[in-house]
């Protein structure tokens, strides 16, 4: 079997009809100064909680970087986000009490220390202009080492990407290759709203350094100035042949900048799965199953689509909000795509939208006017917000309809008060 092939065919054992949701959350933790934790610090708090949980220790180039106790995982991004990967659930309650079993563990850690959660878009101190990006230090990991590098020829944002980004990422399960492909089709083309909904800023005119006409979707803009070919929505999604054999070309042609094998980090630049196949730094052939199926996890990973396609789809076009809001995000989601009633018609009304370029052109309509925007068949995405809202909770129960109220906390500007505490 080919690697295309073996690509698809992994992508293909992610089939399942359950319905379950995974929901992951990056924080910034810093101090009342706005500065955030260190990595050597908070590295080592990683390890001494860990062993305390009896969880497994995650390292990489030596470094404790993580854990993971069979109900979610730790991890940290590029400069000390800390984040949480709960495992996939059907019901929301499950989803809550373990968040707040992670929070009830590390936030008198972090107190006792002088910091805080803090979940934003961006970090408040770059979002404002008080520091900029290269004021802020990568965790030594080789990997970030080569990103970093990379992406300051690709695009604009790569350090404020890197640096001073953070988000909140939601998972689906697929039944089919069919059911994939539409689940897929319909959430790229509704993500412009989600973007705008679950827009999370320190200060609602602040832009981009050079950038004067964009006041929303901060997050968003770095990324889609970061690396066209790795970044913005799935290459050929739209098309009539796309499907697993498709995506597995698509994961093939992506640059990986570094390969991560058997331990061992490298540079790569701009080579991607195929050439370094065909010259031999990868033996296919004669490489055992499991390490292959880690090679094709890593050549998933390098792609930072707004959507991934591993053994589900990863929804990743959210700004970090605290739990309350996620898990109105999560309920909206599962409202609109767990519904055979409302994913068939959302598929239906949205088949004006026939290729990528008019959802880029949504959001980019959304990036000056926000709300306001006028977008799909001549309509606001308010209004487009307003009847997805609508659609959810049509298909929700009465638990989920509670939780699908937080995804509105924000969207007349309204503030949240204490907006990380836990309800008593």
């Given at each position: 079997?080919?690697?295309?092939?073996?690509?698809?065919?992994?992508?293909?054992?992610?089939?399942?009809?359950?319905?379950?949701?995974?929901?992951?959350?990056?924080?910034?933790?810093?101090?009342?100064?706005?500065?955030?934790?260190?990595?050597?610090?908070?590295?080592?708090?990683?390890?001494?909680?860990?062993?305390?949980?009896?969880?497994?220790?995650?390292?990489?180039?030596?470094?404790?970087?993580?854990?993971?106790?069979?109900?979610?995982?730790?991890?940290?991004?590029?400069?000390?986000?800390?984040?949480?990967?709960?495992?996939?659930?059907?019901?929301?309650?499950?989803?809550?009490?373990?968040?707040?079993?992670?929070?009830?563990?590390?936030?008198?850690?972090?107190?006792?220390?002088?910091y805080h959660f803090e979940?934003?878009?961006?970090?408040?101190?770059?979002?404002?202009?008080?520091?900029?990006?290269?004021?802020?230090?990568?965790?030594?990991?080789?990997?970030?080492?080569?990103?970093?590098?990379?992406?300051?020829?690709?695009?604009?944002?790569?350090?404020?990407?890197?640096?001073?980004?953070?988000?909140?990422?939601?998972?689906?399960?697929?039944?089919?290759?069919?059911?994939?492909?539409?689940?897929?089709?319909?959430?790229?083309?509704?993500?412009?709203?989600?973007?705008?909904?679950?827009?999370?800023?320190?200060?609602?005119?602040?832009?981009?350094?050079?950038?004067?006409?964009?006041p929303h979707l901060f997050?968003?803009?770095?990324?889609?100035?970061?690396?066209?070919?790795?970044?913005?929505?799935?290459?050929?999604?739209?098309?009539?042949?796309?499907?697993?054999?498709?995506?597995?070309?698509?994961?093939?042609?992506?640059?990986?900048?570094?390969?991560?094998?058997?331990?061992?980090?490298?540079?790569?630049?701009?080579?991607?799965?195929?050439?370094?196949?065909?010259?031999?730094?990868?033996?296919?052939?004669?490489?055992?199953?499991?390490?292959?199926?880690?090679?094709?996890?890593?050549?998933?990973?390098?792609?930072?689509?707004?959507?991934?396609?591993?053994?589900?789809?990863?929804?990743?076009?959210?700004?970090?909000?605290p739990l309350e809001r996620?898990?109105?995000?999560?309920?909206?989601?599962?409202?609109?795509?767990?519904?055979?009633?409302?994913?068939?018609?959302?598929?239906?009304?949205?088949?004006?939208?026939?290729?990528?370029?008019?959802?880029?052109?949504?959001?980019?309509?959304?990036?000056?006017?926000?709300?306001?925007?006028?977008?799909?068949?001549?309509?606001?995405?308010?209004?487009?917000?307003?009847?997805?809202?609508?659609?959810?909770?049509?298909?929700?129960?009465?638990?989920?309809?509670?939780?699908?109220?937080?995804?509105?906390?924000?969207?007349?500007?309204?503030?949240?008060?204490?907006?990380?505490?836990?309800?008593?």
């Open positions: 079997m080919s690697y295309i092939n073996e690509i698809s065919e992994y992508i293909r054992s992610g089939e399942s009809n359950d319905r379950n949701l995974g929901l992951e959350i990056e924080h910034f933790i810093v101090n009342d100064e706005g500065y955030q934790i260190g990595f050597h610090e908070i590295s080592e708090l990683i390890d001494k909680v860990g062993r305390e949980l009896g969880a497994e220790i995650i390292y990489i180039d030596h470094f404790p970087v993580g854990y993971y106790t069979g109900e979610y995982s730790t991890s940290l991004e590029p400069s000390c986000q800390f984040e949480i990967s709960i495992n996939p659930y059907s019901d929301l309650s499950t989803i809550e009490s373990i968040y707040w079993e992670f929070r009830s563990i590390w936030d008198p850690i972090f107190e006792e220390r002088g979940t934003k878009g961006n970090l408040p101190l770059v979002e404002t202009q008080v520091i900029t990006p290269d004021d802020i230090p990568l965790s030594p990991k080789k990997r970030y080492k080569y990103m970093d590098a990379y992406f300051r020829k690709s695009g604009r944002y790569g350090k404020y990407m890197m640096r001073a980004s953070a988000s909140a990422q939601v998972s689906i399960d697929y039944k089919s290759e069919e059911d994939m492909i539409r689940k897929l089709r319909v959430l790229e083309k509704i993500s412009p709203l989600f973007m705008i909904m679950l827009e999370n800023k320190t200060d609602e005119s602040s832009t981009l350094p050079g950038v004067t006409d964009k997050r968003i803009q770095e990324w889609d100035d970061l690396d066209p070919d790795r970044t913005g929505f799935v290459p050929h999604s739209l098309d009539p042949d796309f499907g697993y054999d498709k995506m597995a070309d698509v994961i093939s042609r992506t640059p990986l900048i570094l390969l991560t094998d058997e331990g061992n980090t490298i540079d790569v630049g701009s080579l991607n799965a195929r050439d370094l196949l065909k010259s031999g730094t990868i033996d296919w052939d004669n490489t055992d199953a499991e390490r292959r199926k880690k090679l094709i996890e890593h050549f998933m990973s390098m792609g930072f689509f707004h959507f991934r396609i591993k053994k589900y789809i990863e929804i990743r076009v959210a700004d970090s909000v996620a898990l109105g995000y999560v309920a909206l989601i599962k409202g609109l795509i767990y519904s055979d009633k409302n994913i068939r018609l959302l598929d239906e009304i949205l088949s004006i939208v026939t290729d990528l370029d008019s959802i880029q052109n949504a959001v980019e309509e959304i990036e000056k006017n926000g709300f306001d925007a006028i977008i799909y068949n001549g309509r606001s995405a308010l209004e487009w917000s307003e009847q997805l809202y609508n659609l959810a909770e049509s298909a929700l129960d009465a638990e989920d309809k509670e939780y699908l109220k937080g995804v509105r906390t924000f969207w007349n500007n309204s503030k949240q008060e204490n907006p990380n505490k836990q309800p008593a």
